[in-house]
């Protein structure tokens, strides 16, 4: 069974940058390129926004609302994938997701979330 | 980017009745390349990560009990629960695949009457 689990810091200072880490256990995340690992957030009593997804090669594709301030990283040795945001702001403040994107694709394994909040 | 909208916001439905979620997309997401349609379904329930009820718009994920269903083509689908259960109060989400980037619904609440 797949299972995935987000860490990083809860609280992030505005202007600064929110790195976040998902880290997989009951798979490989380099296992061919069948799969891409992708991160979604949600604002409190909001909706779901995609960030973006990285494949284990290294390709990445982002939102491109969000695309100039985010940049997405796989490490297959520790079988973890990364986020970084740049220049957050209150409007970053979210739940922030990462998920498995499998064939079809759709997002079919996710973490449990982590609330990241933007404050001095 | 493509835009899903979802009817109604909330809707309250009595035990065992149906429960029909709406999802209209801005453009077609019928892929010509293999006769499929973009769209999937989510459950969320409060403090959980949404899960993956439907996709290809018409077939249910492994374990997916059979009272939910969806259907639709182009730009107009649904989400039927076909005799609701107390445990399917969540909010739903529709997500379209179609075309980058990927977009969901806003969400439509679900409650019992």
């Known amino acids: 069974q797949v299972q995935l689990q987000e860490s990083g810091p809860g609280l992030v200072k505005p202007s600064q940058t929110l790195s976040l880490a998902c880290t997989v256990s009951?798979?490989?995340?380099?296992?061919?390129?069948?799969?891409?690992w992708s991160w979604v957030r949600q604002p409190a009593g909001k909706g779901l926004e995609w960030i973006g997804h990285?494949?284990?090669?290294?390709?990445?594709n982002y939102n491109p609302s969000l695309k100039s301030r985010v940049t997405m990283s796989v490490d297959t040795s520790k079988n973890q994938f990364s986020l970084k945001v740049i220049s957050v702001t209150a409007a970053d403040t979210a739940i922030y997701y990462c998920?498995?994107?499998?064939?079809?694709?759709?997002?079919?394994?996710w973490g449990q979330g982590i609330l990241v909040t933007v404050s001095s | 980017d493509i835009v899903l909208t979802q009817s109604p916001d909330s809707l309250a439905v009595s035990l065992g009745e149906r429960a029909t979620i709406n999802c209209k997309s801005s453009q077609s997401v019928l892929s010509s390349s293999n006769n499929r349609n973009s769209l999937a379904w989510y459950q969320q329930k409060p403090g959980q990560p949404p899960k993956l009820l439907i996709y290809?718009?018409?077939t249910r994920e492994s374990g997916v009990p059979d009272r939910f269903s969806g259907s639709g083509s182009g730009t107009d689908f649904s989400l039927t629960i076909s005799t609701l259960q107390a445990e399917d109060v969540a909010v739903y989400y529709c997500h379209q695949y179609y075309n980058t980037p990927d977009t969901f619904g806003q969400g439509t609440k679900l409650e019992i009457k």
């Open positions: 009951g798979g490989s995340i380099s296992s061919g390129s069948r799969y891409y």
């Open positions: 998920a498995r994107c499998g064939g079809p694709p759709t997002f079919d394994y």
């Open positions: 990285i494949y284990s090669g290294g390709s990445t």
């Open positions: 290809w718009a018409s």
